[in-house]
């Protein structure tokens, strides 16, 4: 079965630096990955997504997100955190019809 | 991509007593799920509710605790029965437009509380 891991539960970041949030995952056939965003009692908003094609994708709100299949990591990532960035994100891997989530990482961005 | 909403958006139960939870979809769609998230924690997947066929539940859900309705294409409900203070949590609701479709979309949530 197919599942994810964020090995950090907090990230800190001041405003205008770059921020990543890891997540690695495994699967046994080929990996379809996601990453989404919740805000405080919200539900959860899809940011990206990889299934095939450039290792680099990019997503909503200035985010992208680096698919590495020698490390099985697919790390999102921002140039210049805002403020406003501040939430919760998963990581999600999905393989036949069933997406499996990771712990979440939670985001904070200092002004 | 689809517009989900749910009813109620949050909801105070006696313990022992059942709450449903409406998902409504503004457009029709294949696959519906239904997952439980503790506040801050991550999601974990309830059942899989296809229209026209029973719900498949996972591993530590069962239906006669989570009965789940799927009548069409835009529309599921998920029964919470024989409710107890660990039931608190959020419900959500999720969408795949197709059995082809990779991405998910997930309604606003459903904040239940038992006391």
């Known amino acids: 079965a197919q599942s994810v891991a964020q090995p950090e539960d907090q990230v800190n970041v001041a405003e205008g630096n770059p921020l990543t949030v890891k997540c690695t995952y495994s699967?046994?056939?080929?990996?379809?990955l996601f990453w989404y965003v919740q805000y405080p009692n919200r539900g959860l908003q899809f940011l990206l997504k990889?299934?095939?094609?450039?290792?680099l994708v990019k997503g909503s709100y200035g985010f992208e997100a680096e698919f590495n299949k020698s490390q099985t990591s697919f790390h999102l990532k921002k140039p210049s955190a805002l403020v406003s960035d501040s939430a919760l994100y998963f990581c999600?891997?999905?393989?036949?019809?069933?997406?499996?989530f990771g712990a979440g990482t939670r985001l904070t961005v200092k002004p | 991509s689809a517009v989900i909403s749910q009813k109620p958006s949050r909801d105070i139960c006696q313990r022992g007593t059942s709450l449903t939870i409406q998902c409504q979809v503004d457009?029709?769609?294949?696959?519906m799920f239904w997952y439980r998230q503790q506040p801050g924690q991550s999601l974990t997947l309830i059942a899989t509710?296809?229209?026209?066929?029973?719900?498949?539940?996972e591993s530590g859900f069962v239906i006669d605790k989570f009965p789940i309705s799927r009548p069409n294409l835009t529309f599921s409900t998920l029964t919470v029965s024989n409710l107890s203070p660990e039931d608190s949590s959020i419900y959500l609701c999720?969408?795949?437009?197709?059995?082809?479709?990779?991405?998910?979309?997930f309604g606003p949530g459903t904040r239940l509380t038992v006391t």
């Open positions: 999720s969408v795949a437009e197709g059995l082809k479709s990779y991405e998910q979309y």
């Open positions: 699967v046994s056939g080929n990996p379809y």
């Open positions: 990889y299934i095939t094609g450039d290792n």
């Open positions: 999600a891997v999905r393989e036949d019809n069933d997406m499996r």
């Open positions: 457009s029709q769609v294949t696959m």
């Open positions: 509710a296809n229209q026209g066929s029973e719900a498949t539940y």
